[in-house]
């Protein structure tokens, strides 16, 4: 179990291609890693429920009832732990995690055809020359299966700042002249991106992601497209809300300096911002950081 506890947090690996990610724009390593913990927790899932199962059918007819209710809480606390982070990924991932899941159950289909060609050949149900002919195209076929598909993380300016309904209209030109002045973010679940009382030199675009927002009377949530920061730039006020992660979220950054840059070269874009920059200090919509 402590060897699952591991597995579910994040190694020095995974922050290192973290800090790759996000000083140098580099993402492969980072692509990698989480494709990596979609493999584990996939595995990890299908070992515990088999286990789960077999405590249930098993081992309280060897060792208990007392065992097994025991065995049962540990399982079923690995369990819904495994599961969870492996929904924030399917969150974020939802056509990657299709992928793996129908290669793992692919997997198992061809080891249970192995399994059971290797019993008709010792019934002698085929000869060796079938056998030898079918292990051939299982082989093909598991060879095609160990090459893991690549993980998109989508974390390409252009194509986040299109995405985002805020620059809705904006031509081809002036998106590629933001997203060069954008900062790619892949913010882990549970990460603060924002921390109340703290200086703002940013906004952020949400694409996509969701993020909670700890403002009163009561928290709010922004999912993609939304975007949060731009008020603490507009009047140099320290942030008013700690915003956090509420799973696998991408972010954008826009930072002070070019933030300005872009207002003062963008008259239409300048206009849109500061209209709900203005709304939102009026209380017309949810408190922003």
């Given at each position: 179990?402590?060897?699952?506890?591991?597995?579910?947090?994040?190694?020095r690996?995974?922050?290192?291609?973290?800090?790759?990610?996000?000083?140098?724009?580099?993402?492969?390593?980072?692509?990698?890693?989480?494709?990596?913990?979609?493999?584990?927790f996939l595995?990890?899932?299908?070992?515990?429920r088999?286990?789960?199962?077999?405590?249930?059918?098993?081992?309280g007819?060897?060792?208990g009832?007392?065992?097994?209710a025991?065995?049962?809480g540990?399982?079923?606390?690995?369990?819904?732990?495994?599961?969870?982070?492996?929904?924030?990924?399917?969150?974020?991932?939802?056509?990657?995690?299709?992928?793996?899941q129908?290669?793992?159950?692919e997997?198992?289909?061809?080891?249970?055809?192995?399994?059971?060609?290797?019993?008709?050949?010792?019934?002698?149900?085929?000869?060796?020359?079938?056998?030898?002919?079918?292990?051939?195209?299982?082989?093909?076929?598991?060879?095609?299966?160990?090459?893991?598909?690549?993980?998109?993380?989508?974390?390409e300016?252009?194509?986040?700042?299109?995405?985002?309904?805020?620059?809705d209209?904006l031509?081809?030109?002036?998106?590629a002249?933001?997203?060069?002045?954008?900062?790619?973010?892949?913010?882990l679940?549970?990460?603060?991106?924002?921390?109340?009382?703290?200086a703002?030199?940013?906004m952020?675009?949400?694409?996509?992601?969701?993020?909670?927002v700890?403002?009163?009377?009561?928290?709010?949530?922004?999912g993609?497209?939304?975007?949060?920061?731009?008020?603490?730039?507009?009047?140099?006020?320290?942030?008013?809300?700690?915003?956090?992660?509420?799973?696998?979220c991408?972010?954008?950054?826009?930072?002070?300096k070019?933030?300005?840059?872009?207002?003062?070269?963008?008259?239409?874009l300048?206009e849109?911002?500061?209209?709900?920059?203005?709304?939102?200090?009026?209380?017309?919509t949810?408190?922003?950081?």
């Open positions: 179990m402590e060897a699952l506890d591991k597995q579910l947090g994040y190694t690996s995974f922050h290192f291609s973290m800090t790759l990610q996000r000083k140098f724009s580099y993402a492969g390593m980072l692509a990698t890693q989480l494709s990596n913990r979609f493999v584990i595995i990890t899932q299908m070992v515990l088999e286990l789960v199962e077999y405590n249930r059918e098993r081992i007819q060897l060792l009832k007392d065992v097994e025991r065995l049962a540990m399982l079923e606390k690995r369990l819904a732990r495994t599961e969870d982070q492996l929904d924030g990924l399917k969150l974020q991932y939802p056509d990657y995690a299709d992928t793996l129908r290669r793992l159950l997997r198992t289909s061809l080891r249970l055809e192995d399994s059971d060609h290797s019993s008709l050949l010792e019934q002698s149900i085929i000869n060796a020359d079938v056998f030898k002919a079918v292990q051939k195209g299982l082989h093909t076929r598991f060879s095609a299966l160990e090459v893991r598909p690549a993980l998109d993380l989508g974390l300016p252009e194509k986040l700042v299109a995405k985002v309904p805020f620059f209209g031509g081809a030109e002036k998106i002249a933001i997203a060069a002045l954008l900062k790619p973010f892949l913010e679940p549970g990460e603060r991106i924002m921390v109340k009382g703290e703002g030199d940013a952020y675009f949400i694409s996509p992601g969701a993020v909670i700890d403002v009163q009377p009561e928290p709010v949530r922004l993609s497209g939304d975007f949060f920061g731009e008020i603490a730039l507009l009047t140099d006020q320290l942030r008013n809300a700690t915003v956090t992660a509420l799973g696998y991408q972010v954008l950054a826009l930072y002070t070019d933030f300005r840059k872009l207002l003062n070269a963008n008259a239409d300048r849109r911002i500061t209209r709900v920059a203005q709304e939102r200090l009026g209380g017309d949810p408190p922003s950081a």
